[in-house]
């Protein structure tokens, strides 16, 4: 038995993501003993160009209060470590996380990597936090930051009135695209402000230039573009289906029929979702504020006589699921409808992230605890 | 029998969709004898506060490359006119349009004022083209621009399908509001562009000041707001309303199942909606595609592998409704989803409008070469 407090790697830490777990691990109860921040590590001068800026790993972050050097993510810095939270590139987290793993520690992977794995849990502390416990490979997965802008409030609604469809549309943030679409997007709008464009077709395109969209499908600035992901049989995208499998696993029902049309909107952060659900018994707005304004986790800010509703302006740096324009379907009794905001980088990324890392770290100790 | 052209009159010439009709008058066969432009009238020079910008209606606008004097809305400036179009707010539509139907025209109005009015058709020409014959009140309306994003396609399916159900989510564009929601979301760009703003709680609406959302019910800038029009029972908006009522009756399903949340995005001009339909008869995307490729209109652009999928900066200042995104429910064989973009000056506002007037024009060429 010893009361060593668990050691947590970031992965990712230089990220949009991994900037907001900093700030979250500083905020939040302190279960970590050290921790450890890692990203690509610092690169060769040319790679960076040489500038004036030198990149953040070149010269640490603060965390808790501390200077901590950033590391370059590698088998013998992920040495030690109990916990590794992964807030990096799909295609790092599938090629590390179980190297991680391997060197026993618990991984919580953000990425889309996992999460389609049966032998790793996608969990969502509101709503299915026991999951997180039953990881055959060493590994927790958390959702993307469109389902988990909605996740916990539909969660809440379906434990009472149990969930028969969900339509959902979504106006998703540019930091979804991480450091490069919250540059992008500032770019875009610096370039189209005082100008007359955004009235003859195509003239926000010409003036961005032919890669001005990037990294979005088309320009974002006065603009909003219905796709985001690759490419997926039927016309779907990737994000779609992303949103109706993590859905499905998160409530623990397989054949729920779930739609998404994902869409991108010039916002920074925060992901917004126009949710329409149906449910197996007959709803009223009463019982459904009550459990919104009494679920963990969510704010009930639906008032629009008096300009009460969630906007991501709002929303953007706070913790919860907002929710808003509640109403009842006005050809089913047991449709409602609602209007949901969340932070895509905090419960929708970092936040999530952690609720999960801090749940594993009480388990740990919890074990460490018990007479053997 | 006279071969003289039918005498026009716009009323609100000076507004956002007034100034897009004058373009179109332009552009159109010019089946118009006299065009007359009317707006509130030249005010007292106190109200526009004298500045260096004179108000187009001291001026005159050109139409058809003439110079025209823009008159105050009156009895005797609407007299002598065959036919009365109405771009202006909804209360001098009310009271204006009964006068000048009592004076001999047929009016064609844009706004809300008669959309409910059993005695007025609510008239898209390629949807119900026939409705605009009977016009007990001697008014035909257009229904909002939200409906007109989306009605052509949808009703171009319904006659293949059968519609049994919609739910959509609006993505509505600023100048839905007019001249001043134009000149509201360029002021909020200019003011957040080149900041951090967007990344705290409500730094935007600080940044903004007290009234800075005007005329919208929160900060479009780098926003999107879920509310547009007045508050109505059940925690339902008037322009959510709106669409299921126009929707019922331009397609004359008095029952249709109809669902709509609307909100607003910072994009100027052209609304976009994301459309789940749910048909009678099972639907495949290969028919769906021949239809809305073949049904006047509508273009279909929807290849997103290729980045084919229409989005407002693309779509602004085109007539048609454009439609991309097209796939067929996961869950169920009769559902179709797809996104649909309209420019809501054209087609949602003055092209409508510029349409049904042309129809009633030929109606009453027609009538006056028939032999009595
Ligand atoms: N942004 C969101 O809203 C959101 C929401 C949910 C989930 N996620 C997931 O979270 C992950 C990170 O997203 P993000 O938006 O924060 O992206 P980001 O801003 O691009 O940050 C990526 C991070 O990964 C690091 N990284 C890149 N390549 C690496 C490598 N080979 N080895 C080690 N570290 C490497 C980067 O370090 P350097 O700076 O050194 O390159 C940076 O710290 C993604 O998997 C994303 O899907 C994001
Ligand atoms: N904008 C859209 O996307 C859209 C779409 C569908 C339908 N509509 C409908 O079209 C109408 C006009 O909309 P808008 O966006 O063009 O509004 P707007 O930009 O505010 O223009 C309003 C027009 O109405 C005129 N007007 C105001 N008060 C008047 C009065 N007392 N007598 C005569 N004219 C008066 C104004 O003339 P002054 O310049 O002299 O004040 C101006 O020409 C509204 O009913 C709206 O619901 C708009």
Not at 243 to 268: F, H, K, S, Y
Not at 278 to 306: C, M, Q
């Amino acid at each position: 038995m010893t009361s060593r407090k668990p050691a947590l790697a970031v992965v990712g830490a230089t990220g949009a993501a991994g900037a907001v777990m900093l700030q979250i691990l500083s905020q939040r109860a302190d279960v970590w003993g050290e921790i450890r921040l890692l990203s690509s590590g610092p690169p060769a001068p040319s790679a960076r160009g040489g500038g004036p800026s030198p990149h953040p790993a070149d010269r640490g972050l603060a965390v808790r209060g501390a200077w901590t050097e950033v590391l370059p993510l590698g088998e013998d810095t992920l040495r030690g470590v109990d916990v590794a939270v992964f807030l990096a590139p799909e295609e790092v987290a599938a090629r590390w996380a179980p190297i991680a793993a391997a060197q026993g520690a618990v991984v919580v992977d953000a990425s889309p990597a996992f999460r389609a794995d049966p032998d790793v849990p996608l969990v969502v502390p509101e709503v299915n936090p026991h999951a997180a416990r039953i990881r055959p490979r060493g590994i927790v997965a958390g959702p993307g930051c469109t389902t988990l802008a909605m996740i916990v409030a539909v969660g809440a609604l379906h434990a009472e009135f149990g969930l028969d469809e969900l339509v959902v549309s979504a106006y998703q943030a540019a930091s979804d695209a991480g450091q490069a679409g919250i540059a992008a997007l500032r770019g875009q709008l610096a370039a189209v402000a005082g100008t007359e464009l955004g009235t003859a077709p195509g003239d926000v395109r010409r003036a961005l230039g032919d890669d001005g969209a990037e990294p979005f499908a088309a320009p974002l600035a006065l603009n909003v573009v219905p796709w985001s992901g690759t490419p997926q049989d039927g016309g779907w995208s990737s994000e779609e289906l992303r949103v109706r499998a993590e859905t499905r696993r998160i409530l623990d029902l397989p054949g729920l029929r779930v739609t998404a049309t994902c869409v991108r909107v010039p916002v920074v952060t925060t992901h917004s979702v126009a949710v329409h659900a149906r449910f197996e018994r007959p709803v009223t707005v009463a019982r459904a504020h009550e459990i919104l304004a009494t679920s963990p986790g969510v704010v009930l800010y639906d008032d629009p006589a008096a300009g009460d509703f969630p906007t991501p302006a709002d929303v953007v740096g706070t913790d919860p699921t907002w929710v808003g324009r509640v109403r009842r379907g006005l050809d089913d009794e047991r449709v409602l409808e609602f209007f949901a905001c969340g932070d895509n980088l905090r419960k929708g990324a970092a936040l999530n992230t952690a609720q999960i890392a801090e749940s594993v770290a009480a388990e740990l100790a919890a074990a460490r605890a018990a007479p053997s």
